[in-house]
């Protein structure tokens, strides 16, 4: 599974709010447990992660609709077992996570 989402990092640790906290958009890839991200499908494909970023492993993550978030429509949140939170934004269209009405931006 894989697209363009737009990324925030709220959370470094369960109570540390994140230093960098702008949207950007990523072409995310997920796979094989982890949540990869590149600039873009080419880079994907050359395996070049964006500016280096780990991918973010989600064994005994939770993922859920970020409801308390209200800027954004189609915005998910991912809390990581270490406490870290990110929130993802979708595109208005049902591609990606249909029961959610959340698709890739394209
Ligand atoms: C952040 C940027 C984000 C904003 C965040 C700001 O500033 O404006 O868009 O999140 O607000 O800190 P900067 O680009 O200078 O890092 P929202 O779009 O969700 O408001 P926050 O600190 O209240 O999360």
Redesign the pocket.
């Known amino acids: 599974l894989e697209g363009y989402l737009g990324r925030?990092h709220?959370l470094e640790a369960a109570t540390k709010?994140a230093s960098?906290?702008?949207?950007s958009t990523r072409y995310c890839v997920l796979r094989g447990g982890q949540l990869a991200f590149f600039k873009d499908a080419k880079s994907r494909a050359l395996g070049l992660p964006c500016h280096g970023e780990e991918p973010l492993g989600l064994q005994d993550a939770l993922c859920e609709v970020a409801a308390g978030?209200k800027?954004k429509k189609h915005v998910f949140k991912l809390r990581l077992s270490n406490g870290s939170e990110w929130l993802f934004h979708g595109k208005d269209e049902v591609r990606g996570i249909p029961e959610w009405g959340m698709g890739w931006l394209e």
């Open positions: 925030k709220d709010r960098n906290r702008s949207w978030y800027k």
